[in-house]
């Protein structure tokens, strides 16, 4: 369908209000960068999900990175990560209290850090989804194999179709979802079918792009009420997950429950290192 007969379609729509999550925080701002509400009718509403994982890491996670760089821990950290708040203060609020706080573009950056600064211990503040765990585990691969041992990761590392499920579970008025597409890449989109099943609510899976969410908006629109789950985002996403990422992951985390800023404790949500590791 032409992307200007989606445009008037949803322009125009004036069937039965469609409430639609869109999960992924990447989608969250696309959608506000081309002003997408403001393109397509009033009777379809557009809700943010837990799709930050920035957002949704906990005030007691900051607390015990807090507590570890006032300890004389470097913590290294995403920029984003350093103005969280925890319950008293942010990463950013301490450095003037002479913590080390150390902003990369890339975990793999803290391995310069250790190799340069033996003498110290350094700590990464690793927050995200399935998207970037297997990063962590590949840097755990080279840490073990350069025989670096000033290095520390600390987890907030979090899986979405949990998560989702929870939301299914709680908020009824949720007709649709936006399927999160960087988790896609990893998890495959066949990984939303059980929940698409359960609960009839479609999911599409999307790329970033404004007329991708468009055409994302259109179809759960017209799948209203089924339990199906759409992939238009072939270029970078399979069925089925992404068999080296899983590999990677598996050889180092395991899943436990996990807390989540503004939903409480979700079971089996937490990538985390078990003490062997």
């Known amino acids: 369908m032409d992307i200007r007969d989606i445009l008037n379609f949803l322009k125009d729509y004036d069937g039965e209000e469609m409430t639609i999550m869109e999960v992924c925080g990447t989608h969250t701002a696309s959608i506000a960068e081309n002003a997408i509400p403001s393109l397509i009718s009033d009777k379809i509403k557009l809700i943010s999900g837990p799709g930050c994982p920035v957002c949704v890491t906990v005030s007691d996670y900051v607390d015990r990175l807090i507590e ?36 990369v573009y890339s975990p793999s950056e803290i391995i310069d850090f250790a190799q340069a600064e033996p003498e110290k211990d350094f700590v990464f503040a690793a927050v995200g989804f399935e998207t970037t765990t297997p990063i962590y585990a590949l840097l755990i691969d080279e840490l073990i194999e350069k025989g670096i041992r000033n290095v520390w990761i600390l987890t907030a590392l979090k899986t979405m179709p949990q998560v989702i499920k929870v939301l299914c579970e709680s908020d009824s008025k949720i007709d649709g979802f936006l399927a999160p597409g960087h988790v896609a890449v990893i998890t495959g989109s066949e990984v939303f079918t059980p929940i698409a099943e359960r609960y009839s609510k479609p999911f599409a899976v999307s790329g970033f792009e404004a007329q991708e969410i468009l055409a994302s908006i259109y179809a759960l629109i017209k799948l209203r009420g089924q339990g199906k789950v759409v992939n238009l985002y072939k270029k970078a996403v399979s069925r089925l997950p992404n068999d080296k990422a899983s590999e990677i992951v598996g050889k180092y985390f395991e899943v436990c429950d996990a807390s989540w800023r503004g939903l409480g404790t979700v079971s089996y949500t937490h990538l985390t290192l078990p003490t062997k590791a």
């Open 68 to 103: 570890l760089a006032l300890k004389g821990k470097v913590i290294v950290t995403f920029g984003d990560m350093i103005r969280v708040p925890g319950s008293k203060a942010a990463l950013k609020d301490i450095k003037s209290q002479g913590a080390d706080i150390r902003m």
